[in-house]
């Protein structure tokens, strides 16, 4: 509590102290009291537009948002495009083994007409000859069947959901910071009035605001693991 003994804490001051600030728990004269709140509300209007800076900031969020969805986007499309590559690839791979299959088909062809043909100059084909010719074509029937009717091994494309990290938390601390309630004993203006046009002094200690936090996506490569068979 106040108390007439003691003097004015500030140093040149020869007053008698009127009250104690709750801020700093100094014993001032009515003044200094005064001065001392003045040079406080005085930090206001400085703090009222960083608070409108900050409400601007906030405002044009959407753009921070489509900027990530930007890198989501570009995931896609690279995504997409590893997909489709790989999608060439088995398709190469298939033609080729396609062709290959059918070049062994089409010698083989050449073998049994060459055979045929010898049977029939010869005209002495021997019944063990025309089974054999008859179990040729069955199986060359069939090989032909079977590549019309290439199924494929396929297992779905599985994507693991941590290929893309979305941040939940970009700030450590809480955002609301309630103030200490703290009051003049004497008071002599209201600390938290806003029409501050009193000394504009001691405003060069800005509060430090938290950096940009970083906000991007974290994304893995895509990777595309389907077994190199068919
Ligand atoms: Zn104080
Ligand atoms: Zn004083």
Known sequence: MASSSLPC??????????ALCNCCQQYLCRDHLKQHDDLIDAQLPHLADQINALSDQ?????LLESSGLTELNRWREDAHKTVGQFYERKCQQFRQVVQERQNKQRKELDRMRSNMN????????????????TESIRSFEQDINNL????????????????ISIPQETTSRDLL?????????????????NNDRHLPANQKRNPSFPGKENRGFQISRFLVTIMDHI
């Not at 804490?9 to 009127?18: D, G, W």
């Not at 906030?58 to 959407?62: E, G």
């Not at 010898?118 to 010719?133: C, D, G, K």
């Open 9 to 18: 804490a500030v140093s040149e001051c020869k007053r008698p102290s009127r």
């Open 58 to 62: 906030f405002n044009n969020s959407t």
């Open 118 to 133: 010898e049977l029939i100059r010869e005209q002495e084909a021997t019944q063990v000859q025309i089974n054999s010719m």
């Open 148 to 163: 019309q009717q290439v199924h494929f091994k396929i297992n779905p494309l599985v994507i693991d959901d941590n290929l």
């Open 177 to 193: 910071h309630e103030p200490p309630q703290h009051q003049t004993m004497q008071s002599t203006s209201n600390i938290v009035s």
